[in-house]
């Protein structure tokens, strides 16, 4: 099975990696809607320089309205 990453989230990981932010963690947490969960080792204010589109912002997460993939920000 091939794993896919919606547009909205795959955006955000590019514009992560421009800024040198790596993931610190990928995982699809549901099969069936294909819902992937991302963790990022940031102070989540990095989250109001990013262009996102198609995708809510709750707390320190952003949620793409597509898939429902959440993308958590924490600093360590």
Not at 25 to 41: G, K, P
Not at 65 to 71: E, G, I, R, V, Y
Request: charged content about 30%; proline content about 3%.
């Amino acid at each position: 099975m091939k794993r896919y990453i919606c547009d909205v989230m795959q955006d955000i990981i590019n514009q992560l990696k421009e800024k040198n932010i790596p993931l610190a963690e990928c995982r699809m947490s549901d099969y069936h809607f294909h819902e992937f969960y991302f963790r990022v080792n940031a102070d989540p204010e990095i989250i109001k320089i990013l262009q996102i589109y198609n995708a809510k912002i709750v707390d320190n997460s952003i949620y793409c309205d597509c898939h429902w993939n959440k993308m958590e920000f924490k600093k360590d």
